[in-house]
């Protein structure tokens, strides 16, 4: 009488234990994975970054690089040469090379 209820029971922890690793298999499938690949093309985009570059920040706006020191960036805005504003890597979403404007005509020409 005993073992036919420790049969069932086991059959159902057993069961129990496959939801949970499907669940988190699942969970780092959608979640973490892709979250780790958009972190390791941040890293890439930073460690591209040279002075002359053309950016856009976090908050839209468009700028230069003038110089790079470790973390800090200083960007330089519009076209009036006096606003150069230090700030953090992270406050960069997108660089543009500053030669592949010219890359892309050579290419056209041809």
Known sequence: MFLEGTGSATGGMMFTIIYLVVIFGLMYLIIIKPQKKQQKAREELHKGMEPGDSIMTTGGFYGTILDIDGDTVIVEFG???????????????????SGSAIVKDEEEEK
């Open 79 to 97: 076209n009036n040469k006096n606003c150069r504003i230090p700030m953090h890597k992270n406050a960069i979403a997108e660089v543009e090379k």
